[in-house]
Every structure is written in structure tokens, then in C-alpha cells.
């Protein structure tokens, strides 16, 4: 695809879903993906242009609610510059 051509997401991230089968307790998510500055703003030419994806913006503080309702106790996240 060509730059201008993304697809945002499909699926809009608020309010976030239950999840069907819940994490057990103390679980640890450690794997997803953070495409924002500590402003919440995605770097856009940071991403790949060939992307067929726009991911939303959002914060911490949507991350940490994501993983709440999610029901993750923790979460490992490396800030990559």
C-alpha cells in the first residue's frame, strides 16, 4: 500500500471488552505493542509505509485500563527510542 492508503483499526480499543477467557490471577501481559510517544501521540514516520495498518493513539493511561479490564496484574514494557 502507499502512504495515505492505511486502514485505521478495526476494531475501536474503547471502551475495552471483557475478555472471554480471562488471564489467571497475578497474570503478566508481555507482549503488545506501543506505537506512542510519552505525549500519546503516534510518530507516524516512525511507522513502515508499507503498513496496512494505523494504529489508534492512546496513553498510559489507556494502556493501563486496556490491561485492567483485561485482567493483567502486571505488564513489561521497554521503551525502545
Do not use: N, Q
Amino acid at each position: 500500500m502507499t502512504a495515505g492508503r492505511h486502514r485505521p483499526a478495526e476494531t475501536p480499543i474503547w471502551p475495552p471488552k471483557a475478555p472471554r477467557f480471562p488471564p489467571p490471577p497475578g497474570a503478566w501481559d508481555c507482549h503488545f505493542h506501543v506505537f506512542t510517544g510519552a505525549d500519546g501521540r503516534v510518530d507516524r514516520a516512525a511507522l513502515s509505509p508499507a503498513r496496512v495498518y494505523d494504529p489508534p493513539e492512546c496513553g498510559l493511561a489507556e494502556i493501563e485500563c486496556l490491561h485492567d479490564r483485561l485482567g493483567f496484574a502486571r505488564i513489561a514494557l521497554l521503551s525502545v527510542p
